[in-house]
């Protein structure tokens, strides 16, 4: 018996009939296995699930032991980001377009899941980021990062002065629209966009990649996965700049000022069907060369 006995369920905001179909299958999936069901408020709210079993994220954590989101990459990126604390496993339903992060598709529920609950899965730990900033007058939260941290100007008009430093040591100063410090995980994300390098999600590194450099030898970097990254905000950007963790925005800033970038205590939890080939998710997500494997020589051949 696998001992995912209590799922959490977390839909994704959409209104479209697939989001309310795809969780009505799953439902009926899951109770037919004799699991207890959780829900988050949108989840719910689209099933009419009793009162007692809809939770906020924070409190399904603690009584989750799996959780399956209903959604796209953005799906899971919110569910990363308030269930890793609480170490809690996930599996992504697709129903967005390219589904890095959530790869069951919606057709193969009942044999994907029923599969996953037989112990048939493999677990992957992804690494997660802690971002917080200072200025002269306060010093912020933190917030998490699943992808990425990003330091960028808001202002379309003006590029911003920025000073790196790794594990305490100068690297650079740069004039740009900003910086990109991106995990495996989002490596296929905006900093691939950037010209970021692809990361197996099995590294222990992470990439600074610069967006829109002025400078053309200013090249992205890849460092040890635990390294700490400090960015200097240039004084006279004052007003210039936001952080933005994962696409959302966390604050402004006000020079002068430091973001500070660290290792997360604890990983993202994902899990896969056995036999999980990112290589395949790759060719199928970035449109590369789909067709036949090179041909094998011959028999015989020399």
Known sequence: MS?????????????????WETLDCLVKCLRASRRMILFDPVSGAKIAAPKEHILGLREMGLRCSLAIVVGGDGTMLHAARALA?????????????????ADVLPKEIKTSIGRILAGEYE??????????????????????????????????????????????VFVNAQRADGIIVTTPTGSTAYALSGGGPLLHPALDALAVVPICPHTLSNRPLVVAGNSPIEIRIGADDRDQVKVTCDGLTALNLKPPAQVFI????WPARLLHLAGHDHYKILRAKLGWGGGPPPCQPSPGAS
Do not use: C
Request: charge should be negative; proline fraction near 6%.
């Open 3 to 19: 001992k995912f006995e209590t799922i959490g369920i977390i839909g994704k905001q959409d209104e479209a009939p697939k989001v």
């Open 85 to 101: 604390k609480h170490q809690i496993p996930l599996v992504g339903i697709n129903l967005g377009r390219l589904g890095f992060l």
């Open 123 to 168: 677990e992957e730990p992804r690494q997660m980021l802690t971002v917080r900033t200072s200025n002269e007058e306060q010093e912020s939260g933190e917030y998490l990062a699943l992808n990425e941290v990003v330091v960028h100007r808001w202002n379309p008009a003006r590029i911003i002065e920025l000073e790196i430093y790794i594990a305490g």
């Open 262 to 265: 660290d290792q997360a205590p």
